[in-house]
């Protein structure tokens, strides 16, 4: 299993250098001299990714101001980089002990959330685990509608997760299911 660390995104200069949007805390290890990614591309863009490395060698990286900028073996100029846009990179998990109530994203992904105080009602399927400043959400595709809705991931609304029947357990607020829907 591995995880997503990252996605490319627009080429920095003209030797090859790509601006990096980052979902790992660990970049400096990530991103270190040598460091092996594998590259995935979004689902439907399979024709984008003709002729393009399916790994990646990190050769270095550098600040500039909040983004990180990183360089690899295979993109050596403009034109590739630009190519490369979109991809997400992959690396294996660090074997790092989660506290009780830590989770990486994904053992949640595909897990069904569901309404405890609407007789287990579900909900959607998790399809995101989003980092912020604040506070983690979690994206949910909802069932049988085309949308997606966040929740707060805190324990008064997420108060238990049982990855043996692959249940998100949900008791949210008057409202927050609805925010978002046409009714």
């Known amino acids: 299993m591995s995880v997503r660390i990252a996605r490319i995104g627009k080429p920095h200069g003209v030797r090859g250098e790509v601006t990096v949007q980052l979902f790992t805390d660990d970049p400096e290890t990530r991103f270190a001299p040598g460091s092996v990614l594998s590259v995935q591309w979004p689902q ?8 393009l490395p399916d790994t990646l060698t990190a050769s270095g990286f550098r600040w500039n101001k909040k983004v990180l900028i990183a360089r690899f073996d295979e993109i050596t100029d403009r034109n590739r980089a630009e190519e490369m846009r979109g ?10 002990e989660l506290d009780d109530d830590e989770w990486h994203q994904d053992d949640l992904l595909g897990l069904m959330a569901v309404d405890t105080t609407r007789e287990d009602r579900e909900v959607g399927k998790v399809t995101a685990l989003i980092s912020g400043p604040a506070q983690d959400l979690l994206e949910l595709e909802v069932v049988g ?26 008791t949210p607020p008057a409202g927050l299911l609805d925010l978002g829907s046409e009714e």
Do not use: M
Request: glycine share 6%.
């Open 44 to 51: 439907g863009s399979s024709d984008a990714a003709a002729g």
């Open 87 to 96: 991809s997400q990179l992959f690396a294996e998990p660090h074997d790092v």
């Open 145 to 170: 509608e085309r949308r997606r809705i966040l929740i707060p991931f805190v324990e008064e609304i997420v108060p238990d997760i049982d990855l043996e029947t692959g249940r998100v357990l949900l």
